[in-house]
C-alpha cells in the first residue's frame, strides 16, 4: 500500500478550498512563507493547515502578520470561465438543431 504524502501541491490545497493558487501564493508571500513560489509548489501538513485556517470564513487561531484574506475576491478568481472552444462547440450543437 501506498505511504500518505506528508505534503500538499498549493493548486491541490487551492482547489480543496475552492480559492484561485494564486491568492494563496499571494498571502504566503505576505507573510513571508520561504519556497511558497507558484501552483506547483510544496506545502508542508503544518503549513496546509495554517493556509487553511487563513481561508476559512471563521476566526482563526493561526498567526498572521499581513492583511486578513478576502475570501469573496479569493473564491471569485476561482471560478473557471468557459473556454472559446467549449462555446463554440456549445453554438455549433445549437445550430444544428
Given at each position: 500500500?501506498?505511504?500518505?504524502?506528508?505534503?500538499?501541491?498549493?493548486?491541490?490545497?487551492?482547489?480543496?478550498?475552492?480559492?484561485?493558487?494564486?491568492?494563496?501564493?499571494?498571502?504566503?508571500?505576505?507573510?513571508?512563507?520561504?519556497?511558497?513560489?507558484?501552483?506547483?509548489?510544496?506545502?508542508?501538513?503544518?503549513?496546509?493547515?495554517?493556509?487553511?485556517?487563513?481561508?476559512?470564513?471563521?476566526?482563526?487561531?493561526?498567526?498572521?502578520?499581513?492583511?486578513?484574506?478576502?475570501?469573496?475576491?479569493?473564491?471569485?478568481?476561482a471560478k473557471?470561465?468557459?473556454?472559446?472552444?467549449?462555446?463554440a462547440k456549445?453554438?455549433?450543437?445549437?445550430?444544428?438543431?
Amino acid at each position: 500500500m501506498a505511504k500518505k504524502s506528508a505534503t500538499l501541491r498549493v493548486h491541490t490545497l487551492a482547489k480543496e478550498l475552492g480559492v484561485d493558487s494564486t491568492a494563496i501564493v499571494e498571502k504566503c508571500r505576505a507573510e513571508d512563507v520561504p519556497n511558497i513560489e507558484n501552483h506547483m509548489s510544496v506545502v508542508p501538513l503544518g503549513l496546509a493547515e495554517s493556509i487553511r485556517e487563513w481561508f476559512s470564513g471563521s476566526s482563526s487561531t493561526a498567526v498572521q502578520t499581513s492583511a486578513a484574506v478576502d475570501l469573496e475576491q479569493a473564491r471569485a478568481k476561482a471560478k473557471r470561465k468557459t473556454s472559446k472552444r467549449s462555446t463554440a462547440k456549445k453554438k455549433k450543437s445549437d445550430d444544428d438543431s
